[in-house]
């Protein structure tokens, strides 16, 4: 029904930059939020930057004033620009969607309650 494709992972030496892209796509209606967590094995998936329909940006406090996050409505795509990454952002980056799923018949279109929408992952490693 719907789908988070994430793209821009990889490996960057410390204090270079990366730029995480998410786009959504399927049966889609309201998107309240779209954003990225990540997690280290053996750790809690955390919360790394949220944005809300109304252009609200939430950020992780260690990655305050490094990292931005941005959406193009249009494309239905979050952005996570990652700049002077250090050994400690090296993690697995998922995107995360809020997400009412549109269903469409002949005579009627309707919106489901929204929920939560995880990509795959992308690996991210800062090294030294």
């Known amino acids: 029904q719907v789908h988070l494709m994430e793209s821009g992972g990889g490996l960057v030496q410390g204090g270079g930059s990366l730029r995480l892209s998410c786009k959504a796509s399927g049966s889609i209606g309201t998107i309240n939020s779209m954003g990225w967590y990540r997690q280290v094995p053996g750790m809690q998936r955390e919360l790394v930057a949220r944005i809300t329909s109304g252009d609200t940006a939430d950020y992780a406090d260690s990655v305050k004033g490094r990292f931005t996050i941005s959406r193009d409505v249009a494309k239905r795509t979050v952005y996570l620009q990652m700049n002077s990454l250090q050994q400690r952002d090296t993690a697995d980056y998922y995107c995360?969607?809020?997400?009412?799923?549109?269903?469409?018949?002949?005579?009627?279109?309707?919106?489901?309650?929204?929920?939560?929408?995880w990509g795959q992952g992308t690996q991210v490693t800062v090294s030294s």
């Open positions: 995360h969607a809020e997400i009412a799923v549109l269903y469409s018949g002949p005579f009627f279109t309707t919106e489901a309650a929204p929920r939560d929408f």
